[in-house]
């Protein structure tokens, strides 16, 4: 569902007068978006625990940094997911620690529970990635998997694996191409 020009705009008013510290607005802002944020950090985080936090998090942000939102760079709608895309990503780099290195990570990424179909096809969708990721040179495959199932950034690889911040970006996006043609194929 999108929102209309006028929900924008009540949002975005919303969100001004948070940052004035009117309280009655920030309830108000949180009653209108909090579902749409727990659903961003439901899907980054896979855990509703860690989703609440998130979420928790990012409205503590929210009221503490409200009047450094404008309306003429971003909708308040997308600030508030901008927020709260990063208070996931922050999230997982605090938990990456605990799955580097660990080639079974991909596994925790599927559904303990599914019906026989999802199960059908999210086995036969991992299978095909867990191919494709053989496929890359281990330096990619390495790169990839640290990248995008711990949230590791590329700065913070290429000093892990002491090369130059450049190679680790040409590495990672020929890794993501090379996937990309896999997975089409």
């Known amino acids: 569902m999108t929102a209309t020009a006028s929900e924008r705009d009540e949002l975005n008013g ?18 209108r978006a909090a579902p749409k944020l727990y659903g961003v950090c439901l899907r980054m985080a896979r855990d509703r ?8 998090e990012t409205f503590i942000t929210v009221w503490h940094r409200a009047a450094t939102f404008d309306p ?21 780099r605090q ?23 999802a199960g059908a096809e999210a086995s036969q969708e991992y299978g095909r990635l867990a191919r494709c990721l053989e496929a890359l040179e281990p330096q990619q495959k390495r790169s990839v998997r640290e990248a995008f199932f711990s949230g ?28 990309r043609a896999c997975l089409d194929s």
């Open 49 to 56: 625990g860690d989703a609440d936090e998130v979420l928790q």
């Open 152 to 179: 590791a950034t590329y700065k913070e690889l290429a000093a892990r694996l002491d090369v130059p911040l450049g190679t680790m970006k040409s590495w990672i996006r020929r890794g993501l191409l090379q996937l």
């Open 95 to 117: 938990h990456r620690e605990e799955t580097l290195g660990d080639p079974d990570h991909l596994n925790t990424l599927v559904d303990e529970d599914p019906t026989p179909a």
């Open 72 to 92: 003429g760079k971003a909708s308040a709608m997308t600030w508030l997911t901008t927020l709260a895309r990063n208070k996931g990503i922050d999230r997982l």
């Open 14 to 31: 919303l969100l001004v007068r948070t940052g004035r510290g009117d309280q009655a607005s920030f309830a108000e802002l949180y009653r």
